[in-house]
């Protein structure tokens, strides 16, 4: 899913309830905050000693284990956060997006988002965790089926 992929849906589903779902089904819930949006440019050198340079999005989630509030999250008000910061930084429209979330019960990870659900009053966005691969393996994979 990419910055652009993730703004549309946003700005289509407008006024609806906003959730995110971990990878084990248990929603994000509580005094939620979008606390950072990072922006950047990865450079990197795989195990194949081939370097590559490409962007990432990462919007950090935090719950206030503090407070009793659980307000209602909604695509506006995320759209109002992520907009607001897209006119201090620009976004790479093309980036992967990433939501980084942890807590006393999950270790911190950036998680990818493998697809929205959306109903008629929710719009939810379900998380994953990448494995770590080895891209030469991988694109020979793509090539040639095998390894």
Not at 29 to 53: F, M, P, Q
Not at 62 to 80: C, E, F, M, Q, Y
Request: glycine share 6%; hydrophobic share 30%.
């Amino acid at each position: 899913m990419n910055t652009k992929e993730l703004l549309y849906t946003l700005e289509t589903e407008k006024g609806k309830s906003l959730k995110f779902k971990l990878p084990d089904g248990v929603d994000i819930t509580g005094d939620l905050h979008i606390t950072e949006v990072k922006n950047y440019t990865v450079n990197s050198v795989d195990c194949g000693s081939r370097a590559s340079t490409f962007d990432e999005t990462v919007i950090q989630l935090w719950v206030n284990d503090l407070s009793d509030r659980d307000p209602n999250w909604t695509t506006d008000k995320a759209i109002g956060i992520i907009n607001k910061v897209g006119k201090m930084q620009d976004y790479s429209p093309e980036a992967e997006v990433f939501i980084e979330y942890g807590d006393a019960n999950y270790p911190t990870i950036k998680y990818s988002v493998s697809e929205f659900e959306v109903t008629s009053n929710e719009l939810i966005i379900r998380l994953y965790s990448k494995p770590t691969m080895c891209k030469p393996r991988e694109e020979l994979e793509l090539s040639t089926g095998c390894c």
